[in-house]
């Protein structure tokens, strides 16, 4: 696959969430509503006025860096809901990029693919 439609994908995610207000609502260190015992590593959010599978808006991990700029993609399916999603990661540190593929590899109903912009 040619590198330019390649970066073409990252850039056009870095112009949504650019255009986009990104809003935490479970910061890091706090229980997933539904699932008391699963802590979120990292902030983790939505950006706002954007849509996805699920039909709210499309989710974001943001990182101690703060960068807008893309650095990842998680693509999730989840056996449970029987849905998958696509969730950006923004200024993640390789650490916590680990962090985040842990968390939605931690049980049997959901597997997540991590995929870095080079």
């Known amino acids: 696959m040619p590198s330019s439609i390649n970066e073409a994908f990252w850039e ?11 809003i935490i609502d479970r910061p890091k260190g706090s229980g997933h509503p539904d699932f008391l015992s699963i802590v979120y590593p990292v902030n983790y959010g939505y950006l706002s006025g954007t849509t996805s599978m699920d039909g709210n808006g499309i989710d974001v991990w943001v990182g101690s860096a703060f960068s807008r ?33 842990d968390f939605h590899n931690q049980g049997e109903s959901m597997k997540g693919l991590l995929i870095t912009r080079e």
Do not use: F, H, P
């Not at 693509?75 to 990029?97: A, W, Y």
């Open 12 to 22: 056009a995610l870095d112009k949504l969430v650019s255009e986009s207000r990104i």
């Open 69 to 101: 700029t893309v650095g990842a993609i998680m693509c999730t399916i989840d056996l449970m809901k029987k849905d998958s999603e696509v969730k950006i990661l923004l200024g993640c540190t390789s650490n916590e990029k680990a962090l985040i593929y």
